[in-house]
C-alpha cells in the first residue's frame, strides 16, 4: 500500500539490483579479482588526512554541544563565511555567509532548491544523458521532466531541441557540469549559449528561469580543464556542491547552495531554501562535517589516481575499435555500444565478467557506462577481456577493413 | 517566485522569528541573565563523555573510506543490527537489521515515511496539540491533515472526534509520544484505545491505516512512566525515533524508523522506505554517526537534569495559580493562558521577560508552550517574573476567592 509512483520505483530499480547481486554471485563463483566491476560511481580514492586531522582537533577541542548541536537552518555562519572565502578566492566571486546555504550533499542540495521553486506541474529541464536521480527528484516535487537530446559527436546539449523545448512552464533548467555519465566538461562557450537562450527566454515569457548546476565532480577535471563558475554568466543561478566526490566523504553528507544576491527576489529565495531545508527533514546539514569541511576547504582527494585510470582504459578501449566521447571530467566513461540495442552489448560483457550500466538509466539508450573509480590493476587485469568482448563484436575486424 | 506554499511559510513564519529577534534584543538590552527564554526545544544537558569517546576511537580505528563511504541507503547492516539487539533487549521485540533503517533524524524519518506511503490528497491524522512542523511534512507530500481535538482535561485524544473524523481517505495517523508541546505520555490503554479503532477501520475500509509514531523524547520521561512500544499493539506501525534529545546531538541528525515484518506488505513498504531515503536526497544518515550510536544504545544524556527543572517550575506555576496538564515527558510544559486570546497573555509576559511560544503554533489557542530546556538557574531566577505575571492577571486573587 506504498504510493504508486514509490511502488513504481521499485519495479524500475529491481533491474538494476538485479545486476549487482547477479555481479556478487560472479564474484563468489569466479573470485573477486577475475570480476571487472565497472557499475558503480563509489569513490575509491582515500579521504585526505587533513580531513580526519580537522574533525578529530574538533571533536576534542570545541564544546559538545556546539559541534552536535542545532545552528540555523542555513548552516552555521562563520562555516558559511569561510566557503563563500574559498569560492571568492577560486573564481574571483564577491561572496559572503549570505550567499551559501550549507546541505546535505548535493542530492540533498537540489530536492531543496526543487521543493522551495517549485509548483506542480511546472517544468525542469535537464540533457541528455543525465544522472537518472534527477527524475526522481522532480517528481518528489511534482515537477515535470523535459529532456533535450544531445549532440551525440560531443554530447554537448542540442542547443536547436533546447531552445524548441523550453516554454513559459519552464521554471528551471538543471544541469550537470563536469556530466555524470558522459564525463564531458561544459566549456564557458557552452554556458554562455544556456546562459543567454535562457535570457531570451526569460524576456519573452517575463518570469525567471532558474539555472541549477549540480557539480559534485567540479574539482575531478583533468587535462588543465577547469569548471566555468556560473553565477559569473547568469544571475538566476542555483550551484548545488558536495564534497563527496573531492575529499571521498560521500557517507557524510555534506555539501553547499550558492545563491547569488543578483538573483531575482534573492531574499525570498534564500529565505525560502532554509525552510525548505527544515521541513524536508534535513533540518541542518550535518553540523561536525560543517564544521570539518570548513577547515579542508582547499584539499582534494586524489585527482591524478583518477586521470591515470581514465588515460589507461579510455586509450585501451579506442584501439580496440571502441567508440567513447573524450572524457576530461568525473570518473566514467560513456561507450558506444556497438549494437544499437545496448542491454545486448551489457549481457555480453557480463559473460566477460564486465560489468557495465546501460544508457537507457541515463535516458540515453545505445551507450554504455563505465565507471573507472577501481583500483588501477583492475582496469589491467580487465584489458584481455575487452579485447575478447571487441572481438566478439567484431570491432578489430571493423578496423582492419 | 519561489512556491505558493513556500511563500506562505515565509510569510507564517516571521511572526516566530519576530520573535526571536525581539528575545535577541531583549537580551542585549537587559542583560541575557534578566531574559527567560522557555521559547526553543533545544536540548542543553551535556552530550554524554561515551558519545565523544565512541567517535573519536571510531575515526582512530576505521578505514577513512568505510566510515565516510556509501553503504546501503538503509545504512550500514551491523549498525541496524545493533539498533535491533538494543529494542530486543529493553522491549522483548523480536527483530533484526531487516527491521531498522536508519534515518537524518525523526524529521527525516517522518519525511521518508509519508513520501512512501502517500498519495495525493490523502489524509494523515494528528492530534492537537501537536508539533507545528507536522503540517509541513505533510504539504511536503501533498497530503492533507486532519486535526483530532483533545480532551481539554487530559491533552489526550478525544476518541470521539477521533472516530468521526477517520475516513476511507485516512492512509496514516501520525502520533507523537510524549507529546511536544504538553509533555503529556500516551499509556499503554491510550495505545490500546487508538490500536482498536484502527483496527476496526482497517477492516471497515478495507485497506491498512498506518500509526506512525514519532519518538524523539522517548527517552525523557518522568515519574517512572515509560513509553509503550507501538508495534507491541498494532502491526502496521512506523517508529520514527531521532537521537536528538536522547543524547543532545540534534545537529548530527541520526535517527532510524522500525518497521515490524508483521505488517501487510512490510518487504515492498520497507524497500520502498529505502528509495525514499535515496531519492529526498538523504541518500543515507550520516555514516560516521551511524557508527557512532551503534557504541552509545544504552547511553542517555542527564534525564535527571530535566526532571528537577519540570519539578520546580511545575510546582511554582501552580502555586502561583496557574493551569496546565501535569508533564510527565519531554522537556515541555502546557500552560492554559488566563486569558483566552493567548497572544495578549504571550506579549505580556515579554514585558516581564518571559518568552513563550503561543499554543496557536501548535493549532491549540488558549495556551502556550514552555519549554524548560534551560539551566535551572534561569527558571529560579524567572519565578519572581512569573510571579509578577500571575498577579497581572489576577491568578492570585482567583485562587484567595
Known amino acids: 500500500m506504498v504510493s504508486k509512483q514509490i511502488l513504481e520505483d521499485l519495479k524500475k530499480g529491481s533491474a538494476i539490483r538485479a545486476m549487482f547481486v547477479e555481479g556478487k554471485a560472479l564474484a563468489e563463483r569466479m573470485g573477486a579479482e577475475n570480476v571487472y566491476d565497472f557499475s558503480l560511481g563509489n569513490p575509491c580514492t582515500p579521504v585526505p588526512e587533513a580531513y580526519t586531522k580537522a574533525m578529530l582537533d574538533i571533536i576534542r577541542e570545541e564544546d559538545s554541544l556546539s559541534i552536535h548541536g542545532y545552528m540555523d537552518n542555513a548552516g552555521y555562519p562563520q562555516v558559511r563565511k569561510l566557503v563563500a572565502d574559498s569560492l571568492n578566492q577560486r573564481f574571483g566571486t564577491d561572496f559572503d555567509e549570505g550567499n551559501i546555504l550549507m546541505t546535505a ?4 542540495g537540489i530536492n531543496v532548491i526543487l521543493r522551495t521553486l517549485l509548483e506542480p506541474e511546472e517544468e525542469v529541464m535537464v540533457f541528455v544523458p543525465y544522472f537518472t536521480e534527477y527524475r526522481n527528484y522532480c517528481q518528489n516535487w511534482r515537477g515535470k521532466l523535459v529532456e533535450v537530446n544531445p549532440d551525440y559527436d560531443t554530447f554537448l546539449p542540442d542547443f536547436t531541441d533546447m531552445e524548441r523545448k ?10 550537470n557540469n563536469p556530466v555524470n555519465p558522459s564525463g564531458v566538461v561544459y566549456t ?77 527576489d534573492y531574499e525570498t529565495v534564500f529565505a525560502g531554501l532554509s525552510i525548505a531545508n527544515r521541513i524536508i527533514g534535513f533540518v541542518n546539514a550535518p553540523a561536525l562535517m560543517q564544521k570539518t569541511v570548513a577547515r579542508c576547504l582547499y584539499e582534494r582527494t586524489d585527482v591524478e589516481f583518477y586521470d591515470q585510470n581514465r588515460k589507461l582504459i579510455y586509450g585501451e578501449l579506442l584501439k ?3 567508440t567513447c566521447v573524450k572524457p576530461e571530467g568525473t570518473f566514467y566513461l560513456f561507450v558506444k555500444s556497438p549494437v544499437p540495442n545496448e542491454k545486448q552489448f551489457v549481457e555480453a560483457a557480463k559473460k566477460h565478467h564486465i560489468l557495465l550500466v546501460g ?21 589491467e587485469r580487465s584489458l584481455k577481456a575487452f579485447a575478447a568482448l571487441a572481438e566478439e563484436f567484431g570491432l578489430g575486424e571493423h578496423r582492419a577493413q
Do not use: W
Open 320 to 322: 580496440l575499435g571502441f
Open 105 to 108: 550533499g548535493a542530492a540533498g
Open 188 to 264: 564557458e562557450e557552452v554556458i554562455k549559449k544556456i546562459a543567454a537562450l535562457l535570457e531570451k527566454k526569460q524576456k519573452e515569457y517575463g518570469h525567471e528561469i532558474y539555472l541549477i548546476s549540480d557539480e559534485p565532480y567540479r574539482e575531478l577535471v583533468f587535462d588543465g580543464k577547469s569548471v566555468p563558475f556560473l553565477t559569473h554568466y547568469y544571475k538566476n543561478t542555483l550551484v548545488a556542491y558536495s564534497f563527496s566526490k573531492s575529499l571521498s566523504i560521500p557517507g557524510d553528507r555534506i555539501g553547499y547552495i550558492v545563491v547569488p544576491k543578483e538573483m531575482a
Open 166 to 175: 523550453l516554454s513559459p512552464k519552464t521554471k528551471a533548467v538543471l544541469i
Open 359 to 379: 544508457g537507457s538509466t541515463f535516458a540515453c539508450p545505445g551507450y554504455v557506462r563505465l565507471a573507472y573509480c577501481v583500483p588501477y590493476e583492475t582496469i
